[in-house]
Nanobody
Framework: QVQLVESGGGSVQAGGSLRLSCQAS????????MAWFRQAPGQAREGVTT???????TYVDSVKGRFTISRDNAKNTLYLQMNSLKPEDTAMYYC????????????????WGHGTQVTVSS
């Protein structure tokens, strides 16, 4: 069993910043690929960013240069620093963990948190 608990969401004005955290516990591999996804109302869930245990990261084009993913393996915590937020970043943000170092291409390969809401007003 893997538990993922997100925190740090909230409401900000455009141009502001938020830092999301995800506390992982349970039977999670120490080298697990970790990720942040988001889902806006009426839209499909999309992958935002991933990070592997070796530090390699990927970002969706819309957040490149604004968002930074990081992990603290000693604390079993994943972070997402979000700067220069835009109204189109408004969504429920989900932390996800893979079973191993490989980052799944499908949603079925991830463990999920319950999400934290981010709302950006113009």
């Amino acid at each position: 069993q893997v538990q993922l608990v997100e925190s740090g969401g909230g409401s900000v004005q455009a141009g502001g910043s938020l830092r999301l955290s995800c506390q992982a516990s349970g039977h999670i591999a120490s080298n697990a690929c970790m990720a942040w996804f988001r889902q806006a109302p009426g839209q499909a869930r999309e992958g935002v960013t991933t990070i592997r245990d070796n530090g390699d990261t990927t970002y969706v084009d819309s957040v490149k240069g604004r968002f930074t993913i990081s992990r603290d393996n000693a604390k079993n915590t994943l972070y997402l620093q979000m700067n220069s937020l835009k109204p189109e970043d408004t969504a429920m943000y989900y932390c996800a963990a893979a079973a191993g170092s490989y980052c799944p291409s499908r949603e079925q390969g991830w463990y999920w948190g319950h999400g934290t809401q981010v709302t950006v007003s113009s």
